[in-house]
């Protein structure tokens, strides 16, 4: 059961086109949003390292302009007194040393440092940045710019400046982390924003679609006229709404050919009939076969429910407001007496609020006696049939007799079809009831009593 209720809603939400649309717009808009904040991720985690490579640079040039050549030709670092501290206390935590092409230090700030990196460190460096974050952790690694300078005698030196991990960087990172999860968590409520609206772009895009459903769903039997207005659709669907109404135009040909042939030969047989009923009737010697009588009888009822059941078709019905309460009471007390002689009786019960629909109460009627009459026929001997109109717009008729056998539930309301036919049924009766309850935008709905019997109910439209 639980899998036919997921498969249901499956059908229901991946079935539907406004689904489809709205979640590929927002996978589209989260694949975007995504690539954008990979590249936001991207440029923040490079803030530190930009920052930190200005800073290098700042300093390579500091240290490049203090570079002085004293007299005896050695060259020397002269930097503000201010910087010197940087370079020269018991834990500097800036560094530069001058290494000439041979891979030989020139000169260094720091012999302790020097020590700490390595002498072979230091060679192997070529121009560029390099770190020790492998080495000493991010909190205590150091970080190199080597660049190439002029030194006496134009001879190429190789300028090596270095930093100690500064607190700046531990607070861009930190500030790095804070805004991506921030980013991460505002992509959420986003990405449902952003389905909700993509939602209803597209259900105001389809509305013309809805609205073509709408208008092409009163094409039918029941109004064959019908056509779906074709000047108001976009010129996507106004190619769909033309062949529509073509298909309409067939449809209303072949129903008018249909009921004219049906009202003709109904018609031409019910004169031959009423002749001969006459005859049968007159006549002073009594026929041969006593059941002649009755099957005229049956020919003529035939004849005459296919007449009325094309004149439903044919003839739109009045539509004016009505009270079902007041239908059915008057369908039960004028078939009451059909019911005693039959050795059944009626039972009725309505809500004390009125129960409004819009239709023709002669037909609403014809319909209910209908299905009255099939329940006297099926319940037994001595039983009740419960008529009930309930709220909002429907009349339930229960009868207390064998029930429907699963394999004529569907084809119950088909014409012609009967299980009575050597009692007199016509197959005719129930079939018109449901083409009444279409014209009336209603429905006839059939189950078996848990207790026995079957239990009919006409469902209007409720005003």
Not at 29 to 40: D, K, N, S
Not at 46 to 68: G, K, M, P
Request: aromatic residues 4%.
């Amino acid at each position: 059961m639980a899998s036919g209720i997921a498969l249901r809603l499956s059908e229901r939400l991946f079935g539907s086109i406004g689904i489809r649309l709205s979640l590929h717009l927002s996978l589209l808009f989260v694949l975007f949003a995504a690539a954008c904040a990979a590249l936001i991720v991207y440029q923040l985690s490079n803030i530190d390292e930009t920052a930190r490579s200005l800073r290098l640079q700042q300093q390579a040039r500091e240290v490049r302009t203090a570079l002085r050549l004293t007299n005896s030709g050695v060259l020397t670092v002269e930097l503000p007194g201010e910087r010197i501290g940087g370079y020269h206390n018991e834990a500097p935590t800036s560094f530069y040393a001058l290494r000439d092409n041979a891979g030989n230090l020139v000169m260094t700030s720091s012999n302790a440092l020097r020590d700490r990196f390595g002498i072979g460190f230091l060679r192997d460096m070529t121009a560029g940045e390099v770190d020790t974050e492998a080495r000493d952790g991010l909190d205590s690694a150091f970080y190199f710019l080597a660049e190439a300078v002029d030194g006496p005698d134009r001879e190429k030196l190789l300028l090596i400046v270095g930093q100690h991990a500064s607190p700046i960087d531990a607070l861009l990172r930190d500030v790095e982390w804070r805004l991506l999860m921030g980013t991460l968590l505002a992509a959420i409520p986003i990405c449902l924003i952003v389905f909700g609206a993509s939602l209803a772009i597209v259900r105001f895009g389809l509305a013309p679609v809805r609205r073509l459903s709408q208008e092409a769903d009163r094409i039918g039997p029941g109004d064959p006229a019908a056509r779906i207005a074709e000047a108001d659709l976009p010129l996507e669907l106004r190619g769909l709404a033309e062949a529509a109404n073509a298909a309409a135009g067939r449809l209303q040909q072949a129903i008018i050919s249909q009921q004219r042939f049906t009202a003709d030969t109904s018609h031409q047989l019910l004169t031959p009939l009423a002749l001969l009923s006459a005859r049968v009737e007159q006549s002073a010697v009594p026929h041969s076969d006593p059941g002649l009588r009755g099957d005229i009888v049956r020919m003529q009822n035939l004849v005459r429910q296919l007449l009325n059941l094309s004149r439903l078709v044919a003839v739109p019905l009045p539509r004016e407001r009505v009270d079902i309460r007041t239908i059915a009471k008057d369908v039960v007390a004028a078939m009451a007496p059909l019911a005693i002689a039959e050795g059944r009786s009626l039972s009725y019960e309505a809500s004390e609020t009125p129960c409004m629909t819009i239709g023709d109460a002669l037909t609403i009627g014809e319909a209910l006696a209908n299905v009255i009459r099939n329940g006297l026929r099926h319940t037994a001997a001595g039983t009740c049939v419960d008529i009930a109109v309930e709220l909002p717009a429907s009349i339930t008729i229960a009868d207390s007799g064998n029930g429907i056998a699963e394999t004529h539930r569907q084809r119950l309301l088909e014409p012609f079809f009967t299980t009575e036919a050597k009692n007199g049924g016509s197959g005719l009766g129930l079939a018109i009831v449901d083409e009444i309850m279409r014209q009336h935008g209603g429905a006839v709905e059939v189950e078996n009593r848990p207790e026995g019997g079957a239990l009919f109910r006409l469902r209007f439209k409720s005003m």
